[in-house]
C-alpha cells in the first residue's frame, strides 16, 4: 500500500469539520506507520483521557499516555514501518466538538522477529483548541472470549 496515498475513505464528502478531522487522522495513521513518536504525539491535547489496552485502566494526560501506551508497548516494540489501517471510519462534528470511530488493523514485526497482527476498536474524541483538532479522549478495545475471557486480537470484520 501506498503510504502517502490517501484511500478513498478519507475523501468522503463531509462537513468542514469532518473533513479537517478525516486529513488529521490520515496524517496520524502515516505517523502511526512509521513509528513517529514526536508526530503521534502532536495529535493529542496535554490532558487527553485514554482508555487503552494495556493498563492501567485510565490514562489520565498525554505524558503518562506516551510513556506507559505508546512508548512501551508500541514504539519500543516494533520494527517500522507498521502496517496500520483504518476501516469504515466515521466521523461526526457539531461545533468545536467531534468524534470518530473505526476498526482498526495493524501488522507488524517486533524487535525480536515476532510476527503481530491484531485488530481492535477505536473510538476517538477531538475537540478544537486554539483553532486545532487535538484528540481528548481515545478508547481502543477488543471484544472478549465470552468462554474463557482472553481478548480475541485477531478477529477480523
Known sequence: MDTDAIPEFFKEPSSGAEAEIRAIEHELALAIRAGDLRKIMS??????????????????????????????????????????????????????????HCLIHMRGETLDGQSMESWCRNTTGWQKIGGHWLIVHEHNSVPLNKENGFALMNLAP
Open 43 to 100: 495529535f493529542y491535547n496535554e490532558d487527553v483521557r485514554a482508555f487503552d489496552m494495556m493498563p492501567p485502566p485510565q490514562f489520565i494526560n498525554k505524558i503518562s499516555y506516551q510513556k506507559e501506551a505508546w512508548e512501551n508497548c508500541f514504539t519500543q516494540v516494533f520494527r517500522f514501518p507498521v502496517e496500520f489501517e483504518q476501516h469504515d471510519l466515521r466521523v461526526h462534528a457539531e461545533g468545536d466538538v467531534a468524534y470518530s
